[in-house]
């Protein structure tokens, strides 16, 4: 029953949600990496599979709002794809190191594959109201701000700040959400 707490019970509303590297690993710090996550959040979008409000990418996390038809199979499809992707990238520039940990954090249960990227679950959370909105937005924009890396949120490349701030980002964001 303390699960339900994070499930997704309306798909019209939409989320803020949590991705996090296994044994929080600083992988998505690596701008390769980071590709990899925003092209497959792109591919997404284009594909009309999800609308993103904001996000933010951090070294072992990312944050979004989002919403879609059905935002718990679009996340799973999401995050087995990078994870596919972003473990093929590793072993093929090397990363041994980096791969051992990934299999060493890999959940006992997780029998169909010899590594594990994402931590399970999202932790979604529905945005019911503008005011929750604005804060989950904020708290997200944030996010570099308070680990110490920029002064501002405009700063972080890999943030839909800047969108808010009426410049274009790295990933189309729907910022008319009031």
Request: net charge neutral.
């Amino acid at each position: 029953m303390a699960r339900d707490r994070y499930r997704i019970f309306d798909n019209s509303c939409p989320h803020f949600v949590t991705c996090t590297v296994v044994n929080w690993l600083p992988l998505l710090g690596m701008r390769s990496v980071a590709e990899i996550v925003l092209e497959s959040l792109s591919y997404l979008q284009e594909k009309n599979r999800l609308t993103l409000y904001a996000y933010v990418i951090m070294e072992n996390h990312l944050h979004m709002v989002a919403v879609a038809e059905d935002l718990s199979r679009q996340l799973a499809t999401f995050k087995s794809y990078t994870a596919r992707r972003i473990i093929d990238h590793l072993s093929e520039v090397g990363m041994h190191s980096l791969l051992q940990q990934l299999r060493a954090q890999k959940l006992a249960h997780k029998t169909d594959r010899q590594y594990q990227f994402w931590q399970e679950g999202s932790h979604p959370v529905q945005i019911q109201n503008a005011e929750v909105m604005r804060e989950k937005i904020e708290y997200i924009h944030n996010n570099p701000v308070r680990r110490g890396y920029v002064e501002e949120a405009v700063y972080w490349r890999y943030s839909s700040a800047t969108d808010y701030a009426g410049q274009r980002g790295l990933l189309d964001v729907e910022t008319d959400w009031h």
